[in-house]
């Protein structure tokens, strides 16, 4: 068998069965193949938000009925679809940016975030040396693993420090987005291990394991910079947003709110680096790297993890 048929094969394994008979994998298979129902609602809802279609149309859209989308939401994000359109909306993202109450506020104030945790994730990070950065990760080992996670399949990668890189993509385009993040680094050593990279899965999409005393290590790889913008980026808490013009006064550099969104756009850790929790000055959910229709996905699916915590 050679190297191509067996990377096939090892994806392939991660969209089977037998996925969901590792430890905690079970909802996470699942909620994989819920993401592409949810995908295609979203998609119709862009395409059709002025005329404000019915809950049927939008079942009919997604390939389901109007019974199964309202379980299907329930399940992915603990939310109706009446409710995650909601958390979708411009008038929603204009609410939270200015500071608004909110069903998302009501749960932090239960205690949902707290002084000593950098958001809902419990990340702690380090940044790697400029010098290694400039080197293109030579002498890096990057060890790397296709998982399913809710929203699609995600590239996890790691070194002995901690994760490196997170990406997102949809099926078929798995290679692409491995391609992608190779470029960043293209002098460090490639290794897949589905296997060494599966617990760091669980661990960033399982959210049981999100516990304080066990916080999940990043190592953000970048220019000085870039490694500033993520850094104000992991203290968006979740249910929370900011503007690119935000995070810029934030790091001193008020005039470079264009710098940031480059930043922003080239982070390597989307989702535990939440890059998705920034939006435009008005809160237009604008451009993603990993998908415009993803990122809602995210924010909508976020509302439902806070409101079930509240």
């Not at 996470?28 to 395409?47: E, F, K, N, P, S």
């Not at 945790?117 to 400029?130: C, G, I, K, N, Q």
Request: aromatic content about 8%; overall charge positive; some cysteine.
């Amino acid at each position: 068998m050679s190297v191509k048929d067996l990377s096939a094969k090892k994806l392939a394994l991660a969209k089977t069965s037998l996925v969901r008979n590792l430890p905690g994998f079970a909802p996470l298979t699942t909620a994989a193949a819920d993401y592409d129902i949810v995908r295609r609602a979203i998609a119709h809802i862009r395409g059709n938000w002025r005329s404000q279609p019915e809950i049927d149309t939008i079942a009919d859209a997604a390939g389901v009925t109007a019974t199964d989308l309202h379980h299907l939401f329930r399940r992915w994000c603990g939310l109706t679809p009446k409710a995650f359109l909601q958390a979708l909306t411009l008038n929603h993202a204009r609410d939270l940016l200015r500071g608004k109450a909110s069903i998302l506020d009501a749960a932090y104030g239960v205690g949902l975030s707290g002084p000593g945790r950098l958001h809902d994730l419990f990340v702690t990070h380090e940044a790697m040396s400029p010098g290694e950065w400039k080197a293109g990760g030579e002498g890096l080992t990057l060890t790397y693993g296709f998982h399913p996670s809710p929203f699609g399949m995600a590239l996890v990668m790691t070194t002995p420090r901690g994760l490196a890189g997170l990406a997102l993509a949809d099926a078929g385009k798995e290679r692409a987005a491995l391609k992608d993040m190779k470029s960043r680094w293209p002098r460090a050593r490639y290794v897949e291990d589905f296997a060494a990279t599966a617990p760091t899965a669980r661990r960033i999409f399982d959210t049981g394991l999100w516990k304080p005393n066990q916080p999940l290590r990043v190592v953000l790889i970048g220019t000085d910079f870039e490694v500033r913008v993520w850094e104000q980026l992991l203290s968006i808490p979740m249910g929370g947003l900011d503007t690119y013009s935000g995070i810029a006064g934030k790091i001193d550099a008020p005039k470079a709110a264009r710098a940031v969104g480059a930043a922003v756009g080239k982070n390597p850790i989307c989702f535990v680096v939440p890059c998705h929790r920034v939006v435009g000055k008005d809160g237009d959910i604008t451009g993603y790297h990993w998908g415009i229709t993803r990122k809602r996905a995210m924010l909508g699916w976020e509302a439902g993890q806070a409101a079930t915590a509240a």
